[in-house]
């Protein structure tokens, strides 16, 4: 196989060498164009060569090599700017022929005189018709289709994920949701069993496997068993996956929508021996809502009647981003350059402010954030709660303390504690702002009554997307309450999720393209939401870790630094932004390390963070971005300005949606 693609290889390189002569006999814009693969739009070409008379229809041949097999129901598919190309659009993708197990082709008509871009992706087509993304070419500039004279056009020789000839692994990555969804069954916690007989069924020594009833077009059961270096999704074992006590085995159901809430499934248990020993029987009619806690009962295999345990199996349900269709035509979800500096990420802006020696401005407010671009931040790190009546909005607690108009307020049990979901936006603003700094009650201006726009509390997500400049790149992070290890929850959550993801989501798809933009949430399940549903932004999976400051959460996937590593690999995110109490001893760049092996970016966050000193440890030990408070009082004397202050650099993200 290795052998196969070293002469395939060098078949592309003398069909390019071809093509460069007839490079050199067009026009000096052509020849601009050739010396860099992706500069220009090819219209330098279209005028040449239309007074040579080659601008025709022409039929160019796609010729694609894979590294290995299709599964039997995955079909590949060319898709690309042009309307014969099907314009980036997934319905509209021209299907390729299978020549052999690993040789595909297809024929398009295609102006011979015009550049064109394009991509492949694997996919399948269920049975209503509708297409579903398995893989695709994720590269930051898709391949390019060069003009060719009509009596010349060969087409392209590819390799499925290689665009350059010295690339030495493909790229390519799953999908997003389209016309179907996600069902995720979580073994992620600890007590899950609660079991009857431990000599008859030993939770610590069992192998588990989620078997559809009915098998469908379209439906797939994958897992995770969350290793280092082995988190990707698979498909499972005949005889189901290991399970131990402490163990993350996260099951990854994708199933048509239109067939969804018809679909059973059973959990098997095996010995280790693989010996069935028992069963429980779901539906996803029982999956309400976007996540949840399943009850179930798991009976014997050879006495139904009885039960050998019980099982708390919680489980989130993915769907499909709710507003505009997104295309093939660019993607930043993976677009992290190595070559990037380490990042200066002004934490709320330019710091905490409900304490002590705050900063003159308020944090998450407008004026915050443009302090800490003042003093060259590169990012800055917010905060987003959705209210009652599903307005995005910027702020850091799940609630405030407030008290009514009029009311005299020298104690804080004076104070009433209410939650931004709970509040329609036009209240949100009216309301008193109160905070306990020592013991001592604080009132700051309420919304409206700030006559300074720009220092406002309670800022609108959309507000700050308009009138932040692009060159300040944004971390937005998606609040969503954790439920505690030694029980209770941060705060009470009755949004539903995906309806949370999507209303934020459409906010920065409409109104922060452009920018650098990433984003992060303690919430596991919350961050697999925001990477399933679109494929423009990069995805961070947020942790507290190994911390003395805080009670663990219970999701196992949050307790340190390598499991977050793991998780993010597992669902392909773009990395992880870990608390900074995690990397103060002596094996910190080795833990650093373990991150970059694996390709992904780590933004460190935290207390620890705030001084020159630390600021400096971090860099030097190889966090991709170190997350402090107060910009204006920690960043180096040395910097100069913003490192996306730069008219190349946001030349990169201009094409970031498609509007």
């Known amino acids: 196989m290795k052998r196969c693609l070293q002469l395939q290889r060098q078949v ?15 026009a000096d814009a052509a020849a601009a164009i050739t010396a860099n693969n992706y500069g220009g739009t090819g219209n330098e070409l279209l005028e040449s060569a239309s007074l040579a008379g080659n601008c025709k229809p022409t039929m160019r041949k796609f010729n694609v090599r894979l590294e290995t097999p299709l599964a039997p129901e995955e079909q590949l598919g060319l898709t690309g700017d042009a309307k014969a190309l099907g314009e980036w659009q997934l319905s509209r993708c021209v299907p390729l022929e299978r020549l ?30 509708y297409k579903q993304i398995r893989r695709w070419e994720t590269h930051f500039k898709p391949r ?32 997003w949701l389209n016309h179907e969804a996600i069902v995720q069954l979580k073994f992620n916690g600890e007590k899950m069993f609660q079991v009857h007989d431990i000599e008859t069924f030993d939770p610590q020594h069992v192998q588990l496997k989620i078997v559809p009833v009915e098998e469908s077009a379209g439906l797939v059961v994958e897992y995770s068993k969350q290793l280092y270096g082995k988190s990707q999704l698979q498909l499972q074992p005949a005889y189901g996956v290991s399970y131990t006590k402490g163990d993350i085995v996260i099951f990854h159901i994708t199933l048509p929508l239109d067939r969804m809430m018809l679909q059973n499934f059973r959990l098997e248990c095996y010995s280790l021996d693989q010996e069935l020993l028992g069963s429980a029987s779901l539906s996803a009619a029982q999956l ?3 996540e949840g806690l399943l009850q179930l009962h798991i009976k014997s295999a050879e006495r139904p009647e009885e039960t050998l345990a019980r099982l708390r199996l919680p489980y989130v349900v993915v769907q499909p981003y709710q507003y505009s269709p997104l295309d093939f035509k660019t993607t930043y979800a993976h677009y992290w350059p190595r070559s990037w500096p380490n990042l200066d990420v002004g934490h709320r802006g330019n710091g905490k402010s409900y304490i002590a020696e705050a900063p003159l401005e308020r944090e998450n407010t407008i004026a915050s ?34 008290a009514p108009p009029g009311k005299l307020i020298e104690k804080p049990e004076q104070l009433e504690y209410v939650l931004i979901k709970d509040i329609n936006y036009e209240l949100l603003k009216r309301l008193r702002i109160f905070s306990v700094v020592n013991g001592k009650v604080m009132e700051y201006p309420a919304h409206n009554a ?18 932040l400049p692009k060159s300040l790149g944004i971390d937005v992070e998606i609040k969503w309450p954790q439920r505690r290890q030694g029980g209770g929850s941060e705060a009470e959550q009755t949004i539903d999720k995906n309806f949370f993801a999507d209303r934020v989501l459409y906010e920065v798809i409409q109104f922060g393209c452009g920018r650098p933009l990433i984003f992060s ?23 507290q870790g190994e911390t003395k400051k805080w009670q663990p959460f219970s999701d196992l996937r949050t307790r340190n630094f390598l499991a977050a590593v793991n998780n993010a690999q597992a669902f392909e995110l773009a990395g992880t932004a870990p608390h900074a109490e995690d990397f103060l001893g002596e094996n910190a760049a080795h833990l650093l390390e373990q991150a970059r092996v694996q390709g992904q970016i780590i933004v460190i966050w935290g207390d620890d963070c705030n001084s020159k000193e630390r600021v400096k440890y971090f860099t030097e030990i190889g966090a991709t971005a170190t997350c402090y408070d107060r910009s204006d009082l920690y960043i180096s004397e040395t910097k100069q300005r913003s490192f996306f202050n730069s008219s190349a650099l946001l030349a990169e993200f201009e094409a970031q949606c498609r509007m």
């Open 288 to 290: 309400v809502g976007s």
């Open 450 to 467: 700030e006559p300074r726009p720009e220092h406002r509390i309670f800022p609108r997500l959309v507000d700050v997307l308009q009138q």
């Open 369 to 402: 954030f443009l302090s800490a671009y003042a003093h060259h931040a590169d990012m800055v790190e917010l905060d987003v709660h959705l209210t009652a009546d599903g307005i995005p909005v910027i702020y850091h607690d799940f609630g405030l303390r407030t």
């Open 12 to 26: 592309h390189r003398l069909c390019w060498q071809q093509r460069a002569r007839f490079y050199v006999q067009c």
């Open 144 to 175: 390019v289709l060069y003009p060719c004279p009509e009596q010349q056009c060969h087409g392209p020789l590819d390799v499925f994920g290689l665009t350059s000839l010295d690339e030495s692994s493909a790229q390519v990555h799953r999908g």
């Open 521 to 543: 949430s303690f919430d596991a399940d919350m961050c697999t939401m925001l990477r399933f549903k679109q494929n423009i932004f990069p995805v961070m999976f947020l942790t």
């Open 100 to 129: 052999d197990d690993l040789t595909w082709q297809t024929n398009v008509r295609l102006q011979s005189c015009r550049q064109l871009e394009y991509r492949y992706f694997v996919y399948i087509e269920n049975a209503a018709g």
